[in-house]
């Protein structure tokens, strides 16, 4: 079946140690965004890539980092420089970038939390 | 800038009675607006969309919205809730680079 696939469901870390979320995707979309999920806050863009080897930063951008080498895979870094990880990330796509359709597929989420 | 408000952080409602919840958004450019459900420790899945035509907007689950660009509103209702339907909902609007998220609205539905 077609759809994004993010891994790990759960992570637990240690503070100060980098972390990276894994976001697949086989619906051939062209572009793809990680959020970051808060209670109460709604969902907050962290980086976006509307193409192979581009992306942009999002709202939220510091302390994190990402790499967009293959179309299908999108992986998130939570980098010690992140003051407070501890949160739901989503991972989403779109077949061409939301400016033109607007509709996000998205992951089931990862769940990170920072001991 | 373009934003979207929630005025509801919370909404409890009784099983099969009708339910409002409240979206507000300001936009300088075309509009384009959506409703995404999210089940707990879940992603989100959209329920409806406005793009361009009828204002009245019907979606899945038997939801509806309706644009109204003179109070800058797309309020989802529906007629009838069920346990099931008892969720996060999120209002979003299309921005510059990606989709802009309301803060949600938790819909409670008690028996």
């Known amino acids: 079946d077609g759809g994004i696939t993010q891994s790990p469901k759960y992570l637990f870390r240690k503070e100060g140690q980098n972390v990276t979320l894994s976001c697949e995707q086989n619906?051939?979309?062209?572009?793809m965004y990680w959020y970051r999920q808060d209670p109460g806050q709604g969902l907050r863009l962290i980086y976006y890539?509307?193409?192979?080897?581009?992306?942009q930063k999002g709202d939220i951008a510091e302390g994190y980092s990402v790499s967009r080498e293959k179309k299908e895979s999108f992986p998130l870094t939570v980098t010690s420089a992140q003051k407070n990880p501890t949160a739901f990330y989503l991972c989403a796509s779109s077949p061409r970038p939301t400016a033109n359709t607007g509709e996000l597929f998205f992951g089931e989420g990862s769940r990170l939390t920072v001991l | 800038a373009q934003s979207v408000t929630q005025l509801d952080s919370q909404v409890p409602v009784f099983e099969e009675a009708p339910v409002e919840l409240r979206c507000n958004y300001s936009?300088?450019?075309?509009?384009?607006l959506f409703w995404y459900v999210q089940y707990p420790n879940q992603g989100l899945q959209l329920l409806l969309k406005?793009?361009?035509?009828?204002?009245l907007v019907k979606g899945i689950n038997g939801f509806e919205a309706e644009f109204n660009k003179s109070q800058t509103s797309f309020h989802l209702r529906k007629p009838s809730v069920h346990i099931s339907d008892t969720a996060e909902y999120f209002c979003a609007l299309v921005g510059r680079r990606a989709l802009t998220f309301g803060s949600g609205t938790r819909l409670q539905v008690q028996p």
């Open positions: 619906l051939n979309h062209d572009a």
């Open positions: 936009s300088s450019v075309s509009v384009y």
């Open positions: 890539s509307q193409i192979v080897n581009d992306f």
């Open positions: 406005y793009l361009s035509g009828s204002t």
